[in-house]
Each structure stands twice: as structure tokens, then as C-alpha cells.
């Protein structure tokens, strides 16, 4: 299997070797090992829940150098409408947009502009009756690699069409050349809210390139922006967003796709609410539903972990926002773009294969005695998923166990026993421990974690 | 690889945990996703069956190498009539039932069409035992 590239890592220095991102994580893909947490690529499908429980940031979003921006000379910025909700009100959209072009774009997209153009694409592929329904959005994609890994069999009844930030880049790509920019000229970066969002525009699923030229944080470009943005008058840029909808605006929060599709859909946030329907959908235990909605963070992007602002707060100014313009039908096609049919080609995603990784390996009978022995394990291991061995809980201990990445003596409970037992040195054992948690674990330290009332 | 769940009667909010769990496992071993839905599909109809019908029951399942062996025994009131209980559309389930989204009458066909191999075994007012085989 082709391991997944690194969009997020942690800093040595911050990480304590908790046990909170290990017990977030709905994939079960990190272990302490050494005292710090340590991420499975292969199984991360990018949902950020190990950034947001992390009492120390020790995670990070590796991102470009903003810098590089310089070497084009055509800079966009495409990013998700998500990123005007975050600024406190007293901004406006133009005093956003003039802060962004003081921090060196030349040209500012936002994504969800040619809405029109994704939603009918994706009414296509509804009406079609090869679709199993219900058919689910690749919108978020935290959730296309989360089927992909863990619920495979569903793979299908994704919805083989781009995301808006596919579509923007092509519709800027070709208004600039309209304008006689060379391709070559043109740098286009993308503002992620989140880490899932630059693994799809980097190592997209079902595209055979990535259409970015760069990535930048949007918690970055927020303290880029807030740096240069000015309260008082400045030029008028309305027109870089005169394609832009109610629709688009909405679009990234939840219920802003649903609610344009199929006769009865459903709209879902947050991880693992997404997990357990999923389980469901699996099933066969849903019925009726044509299309599903799916996004990864608590209140969509606007959840994203690198927004700055308040998600709550983040939606209610987009919902006003919305308020303001037209319905994505009632912008004339032609102002979108000249050529609406060579755009739908583009907008079609190859199809999105199964990586399923919870296979105990290929041969079944291993993999059943494996499975059977770890189930013998799990006989003998409390069962409280206390974390200390360094996996999430006693049954991926166990799991751990037979793949041999752990021991039994990893279990500090059974340790204890042993010891009673008299069939391990209490020497021994701590060394047993100090190996998965560091040498510095027992050392008296007053800056430890709950030391300065990190309670609640 | 053998595996045992007990089922109350009644309990709808929890008709559903064995099925998860097998199809787990059978994720784990690597098992073909259309095989594994039938399997989950077959056994969530037995399980909420017993949920509907019984006073309390139990599910065992047998992994082998090449098939999965499912079988439920319930204390109940078993089924007087098991040829009509087979047909599409015959229910005996109750209002209460019916309200809660249940009792469609498609329980024993749906196992049937979604298992390789189906024996019922029924007592009036003992109970029932419904042995399911799905080969991978």
C-alpha cells in the first residue's frame, strides 16, 4: 500500500506523551512510543481531532512558504468563503479583500463561485440510476478517506465530482488567460481550513495532479491580513466576486450542500457522528435517503482547526452575508464562464478506489489466527483503556500485540502482576515503562501538565 | 473464531451490536465487502427479529476459513407457521412494534435472500433457532 505523505507532524519539544490525541483519533492511527505520540500515516485520513484535544500545540500543519508567491506574477488567492466569516464584523468584505492584496495576491477567488455550475453537475449524477444511493458528497475530505479506509464497500456511492476549489482554479486559470496571462504566470494558492483540505489539493483522490501551485494556512493568512488590514476607506473590489452566490457562501456549512439535493438528504458534522452513520449506512440500515453530506468538523469548515475565529460566531456572519446576494441561478451563465460544457468535463473525478487498512494481512487463515489470538489477549488485559501501555485502548493493544509492535508487558496492570507474581524484577518493569513514556516521566517537574489548575 | 452476544427482548435501542461487531471482524479478515453486507444484512434482521418477537435470545458465531456460521436461539413464543412467516409481507409483530419502524413482514425473506443457507427450528411458545451460513 502506498503510504500517505505528511501533512501535519508534531513538535518533539511540545508533545508531553499524553494519551489525549490517542484516544481522539476515530482511525486509531497514533501510539505513544518514547514518551511522544507518533502518527500512522497510512491510517491519518486528516481529520485534525489529535490538533484540537492537544493541551500543548505540539501538533503543526506543514504548509508552504509564503514567500514563494513572489516567483509568479499573476498571485491568486483561492480560498473557501469560510475565511470572511472568521474577521470581526467591523471588517468588511473589501477591507478583507484590500488586506489580501497588501499581503501580495494579485488576484482574490473565492471558491464557490461557479456554484451553479457543481450543483447541476451533481443533479447529473443523482438522476442517474446507476448511483447507489444514497449518494454521499466528496466535499469534506476527511470523510472520502475515511471510507475509503475504513468503510470501503461505500466507496461507491461517492459522488465522482470535483470540489469548488477544483473548479474555482480552472474558472481563475481561465479568466486570467482570457485576460493575457501566460499559464506559466500564474500562481495559484489555496487558503485551507484544514489539514484534510491540503491533502486533497496536494495529493488529490481521483485527479490525476493537483491544480495548486501552494498552500497557505488560513490561520496564517488571517495574522497576514489582520497585520495590514485597514479600518478605513478602500478601493472597491466588489467585482472579483460578482459570480458569487448565496449558494457558494453557504456552501461549506452544514446543510449548505443537502439542502440542494435529492428528495430527502441528510446533513452530518463532526467526526464521528459521521462514524456512526456510516456504521449504519453499512449496514443497510438507512433507507430512503438520496444524498448524504458529511463533514468531518463540528459545524462544517467553519469547525476547521486552522480558523481563527469562533465557529458559531463564523456562521452567523456568513448566513448574513448570504443574505446579501443572488442566487446562484440568477447570475448569468455567461459572466461565469464562456465555455459551461468544457468546465462539467472538468469537473468529473476518476473513480474513488476502497484502501481498506484494518486488514489483519492477506492470507485469512493468518489473519484468523491472529484475530483469535488477540482475542485470547484481550482475556487477560483489564479493560479499562487506560492508554498506559501507549495505545488507545486494550483491544488495539491486543491487536498491536499479534502484529507485533507491542508486548505484553506493555500493559502496566499485567506488569503489576507479574511482579507479584515474582516473574519480573521491579526494575524490570520500570524499565518497561520508561521505555514507552521517556526517562523523564517519574522526575518531579512543577511545570507538568495540572500543576497550574489545567482542570477545568 | 467463535463469537457470542445475548439479545433482550424489547430492547430496540441496542438490536444491532452483534451484527457491528461481527461485520468488524470480518473487515479485519479481509472478507469481500459485498459478501460481508449480506452476512450483516441477514444477521440484523435475525437479531431484531428476537428483539421483536422473544423474551431473550443468543447469537453465536463461527468464523471459519472459508465460512461463517450464524446462530440464533431465542426463548419465545416461537413461530406456529414457519412456511407462511417465510412469505413477503406476513407479520405477526405488534402495533407497538410496527410504530417503531419494524415488522414490515420482510424479516425472514430478507435473511433468506441474503444467506447461502437458512434452517429454522420452532416450538410454540419455547422458541425458535435459526441457523444462517454465508460462505466467502
Known amino acids: ?456 | 473464531m467463535k463469537l457470542t452476544f445475548s439479545i433482550q427482548g424489547g430492547d430496540f435501542t441496542n438490536a444491532g451490536h452483534p451484527s457491528s461487531e461481527v461485520k468488524k471482524v470480518l473487515k479485519q479478515l479481509g472478507i469481500d465487502g459485498k459478501t460481508i453486507k449480506n452476512i450483516v444484512i441477514a444477521l440484523y434482521e435475525a437479531e431484531v427479529n428476537v428483539v421483536a418477537h422473544a423474551w431473550r435470545g443468543t447469537v453465536t458465531v463461527e468464523i471459519d476459513e472459508n465460512k461463517i456460521t450464524m446462530l440464533l436461539e431465542d426463548e419465545g413464543p416461537g413461530i406456529p407457521d414457519i412456511e407462511l412467516a417465510m412469505q413477503a409481507g406476513y407479520s405477526t409483530a405488534s402495533k407497538k412494534v410496527r410504530e417503531m419502524g419494524f415488522g414490515a413482514g420482510m424479516g425472514l425473506p430478507n435473511m433468506k435472500k441474503n444467506t447461502d443457507e437458512l434452517i429454522i427450528e420452532s416450538e410454540v411458545d419455547k422458541g425458535t433457532k435459526v441457523k444462517m451460513i454465508n460462505y466467502f
Open chain 1, 1 to 456: 500500500m502506498e503510504g500517505n505523505p505528511k501533512y501535519h507532524s508534531l513538535d518533539p519539544a511540545k508533545c508531553i506523551g499524553c494519551t489525549h490525541c490517542m484516544k481522539a483519533c476515530p482511525t486509531e492511527a497514533i501510539r505513544v512510543v518514547n514518551g511522544l505520540a507518533v502518527i500512522d500515516d497510512d491510517r491519518c485520513v486528516y481529520c485534525g481531532q489529535c490538533h484540537r484535544v492537544c493541551p500543548t500545540h505540539a501538533f503543526y500543519v506543514v504548509q508552504d512558504d509564503l514567500a514563494m508567491i513572489r516567483s509568479f506574477k499573476y498571485r491568486v488567492i483561492l480560498f473557501p468563503s469560510i475565511m470572511i466569516g472568521q474577521f470581526p464584523g467591523k471588517y468588511s468584505e473589501d477591507q478583507i479583500y484590500d488586506g489580501l492584496k497588501k499581503v501580495g495576491f494579485t488576484h482574490i477567488y473565492e471558491v464557490e463561485q461557479p456554484q451553479q455550475v457543481l450543483i447541476d453537475s451533481i443533479n447529473e449524477v443523482l438522476k442517474d440510476q446507476e448511483t447507489p444511493k444514497p449518494a454521499i458528497s466528496i466535499y469534506c475530505p476527511a470523510i472520502v478517506r475515511l471510507i475509503q479506509g475504513r468503510y470501503p464497500s461505500l466507496t461507491e456511492n461517492l459522488i465522482l465530482r470535483k470540489a469548488p476549489h477544483n473548479l474555482a482554479a480552472h474558472f481563475a486559470i481561465e479568466r486570467l488567460i482570457m485576460e493575457g496571462a501566460k499559464r506559466e504566470e500564474i500562481g495559484l494558492f489555496y487558503a485551507t481550513p484544514c489539514i484534510a483540505k491540503i491533502a486533497a489539493v496536494k495529493s488529490p483522490v481521483g485527479e490525476s495532479e493537483s491544480i495548486a501551485d501552494g498552500i497557505v494556512n488560513m490561520n496564517q493568512l488571517y495574522n497576514e491580513v489582520m497585520k495590514v488590514i485597514s479600518d478605513k476607506e478602500v478601493p472597491d473590489h466588489s467585482d472579483q466576486r460578482r459570480n458569487l452566490s448565496s449558494e457558494g457562501i453557504l456552501w461549506s456549512l452544514t446543510r449548505g450542500e443537502s439542502c440542494h439535493f435529492g428528495s430527502r438528504s441528510i446533513a452530518i458534522d463532526g467526526i464521528n457522528n459521521a462514524v456512526r452513520f456510516l456504521e449504519r449506512l453499512e449496514n443497510d440500515q438507512i433507507e430512503n435517503i438520496d444524498f448524504v453530506e458529511m463533514r468531518a468538523c463540528d459545524q462544517s469548515c467553519a469547525g476547521g482547526i486552522l480558523l481563527t475565529g469562533n465557529r458559531f460566531m463564523t456562521v452567523e456572519r456568513l448566513e448574513r452575508r448570504a443574505k446579501r446576494y443572488p442566487a446562484a441561478k440568477n447570475i448569468p451563465a455567461e459572466t461565469v464562464r464562456a465555455n459551461t460544457e468544457e468546465l462539467k468535463k472538468k469537473l468529473v473525478l476518476d473513480p474513488i478506489l476502497p484502501r481498506p487498512h484494518f486488514i489483519f494481512g492477506k492470507d485469512r487463515m493468518k489473519a484468523m489466527e491472529k484475530m483469535s489470538k488477540a482475542q485470547r489477549i484481550v482475556c487477560f488485559l483489564p479493560g479499562i483503556d487506560c492508554g498506559a501501555c501507549g495505545a488507545p485502548n486494550c483491544h488495539a493493544l491486543a491487536e498491536d500485540m499479534v502484529n507485533n509492535r507491542a508486548k505484553m508487558s506493555d500493559c502496566i496492570f499485567l506488569q503489576q502482576m507479574w511482579e507479584g507474581e515474582g516473574r519480573i524484577t521491579p526494575d524490570k518493569a520500570f524499565l518497561n515503562v520508561q521505555k514507552k513514556w521517556g526517562t523523564d516521566r517519574f522526575k518531579a517537574d512543577c511545570n507538568k501538565r495540572g500543576r497550574r489548575n489545567e482542570g477545568f
